[in-house]
């Protein structure tokens, strides 16, 4: 079956852009909720796009939303929440209460194809709120079991995503316009960043791909750095290049703890510590599926300037652009 209406949930976002931008350029009808219409003024121009402002917690908004579409994309996540146990009320709400809305209204309309954003490092047992909250946001999801009356759902694991108007790579380009010394906690911490049009590409390559459904897949780059690696990347590219100073594990704590009770979003938190403490990385002997069309992965080396491309308007020009090479 060839999906022609897809609702993204999360899709004014990072690598909502870049899933969107894809999804149009393959001839999909693409429904977008936002907050805020202002958050998603720069998916206008594109022709199939339709941005609706909408609150997706609201049940029967999201039942409305689903209605008009045969397939949900949910890419919604947040970084940060109050404290709770086994996380807080934020990431409950946010990667738990929502997809299982989701998978009720899904159900509710008869609409069976759901693609699901988790995170590399989701487990029960995992040692920070973020990726407790996400292993609990991949069951609701796997709650709609594909077969009569179910819903066939694939679910993604990314490590760290990268590209233009990202938060990761960008975070620490930024530090490195302020600081002569980027002080940092998980130096050692590994990660496998992929590139977001490649995240894009196994999204919108799985959605009519039947071998796909009830699976759950590692999206991760070419290759592995640590922390401090990335730091130093960034700083370079940024043009500030920066030495970085790892932080012992107390140090670290403060400094996120310090960072936490800053005005605005945190820079750094205690549970962003604790999902450092497990390695970002793709398994022993991972490969990228072949029926995801991950066979040319951008490497960060390549890829990290367009990091600074500065405005949302500029990135998604580039998400077009590489869509179509």
Request: aromatic letters at 6%.
């Amino acid at each position: 079956m060839r999906h022609q209406s897809i609702l993204v949930v999360g899709g004014s976002g990072f690598i909502g852009h870049a899933i969107v931008a894809q999804l149009v350029d393959r001839g999909c009808r693409v429904i977008v909720p936002t907050r805020r219409y202002a958050h998603a003024r720069d998916l206008l121009p594109l022709p199939t796009v339709d941005v609706v402002e909408a609150d997706v917690h609201d049940a029967s908004t999201l039942m409305q939303l689903v209605s008009r579409c045969d397939a949900v994309i949910n890419l919604v996540g947040i970084l940060h929440s109050r404290p709770g146990d086994p996380y807080g009320p934020d990431f409950a709400r946010a990667h738990v209460d929502l997809p299982r809305a989701i998978v009720s209204a899904m159900r509710a309309q008869g609409v069976r194809r759901f693609l699901h954003m988790s995170a590399l490092g989701a487990a029960s047992d995992a040692p920070s709120m973020y990726l407790r909250s996400k292993a609990d946001g991949e069951a609701a999801a796997r709650n709609g079991l594909s077969g009569e009356g179910g819903i066939d759902w694939t679910i993604f694991r990314p490590s760290v995503v990268f590209g233009p108007d990202d938060h990761f790579i960008n975070l620490f380009a930024k530090l490195a316009r302020w600081f002569p010394v980027l002080p940092i906690g998980g130096a050692r911490a590994r990660f496998q960043p992929i590139h977001v049009m490649d995240v894009a590409r196994a999204f919108v390559n799985a959605l009519d791909e039947r071998e796909t459904i009830g699976k759950t897949y590692v999206l991760a780059g070419p290759r592995v750095y640590t922390l401090r690696e990335l730091v130093r990347m960034a700083s370079i590219a940024s043009g500030h290049p920066r030495p970085v100073l790892p932080l012992p594990d107390a140090l670290a704590r403060l400094q996120a703890w310090m960072l936490e009770h800053l005005p605005g979003t945190p820079l750094m938190s205690r549970d962003n510590l604790d999902s450092m403490r497990v390695d970002n990385v793709a398994p022993p002997g991972w490969t990228p599926p072949k029926e995801l069309g991950l066979d040319r992965l951008v490497p960060l080396e390549s890829g990290v300037t367009q990091t600074f491309a500065g405005t949302p308007e500029a990135a998604l020009s580039q998400y077009r652009t590489r869509a179509r090479r």
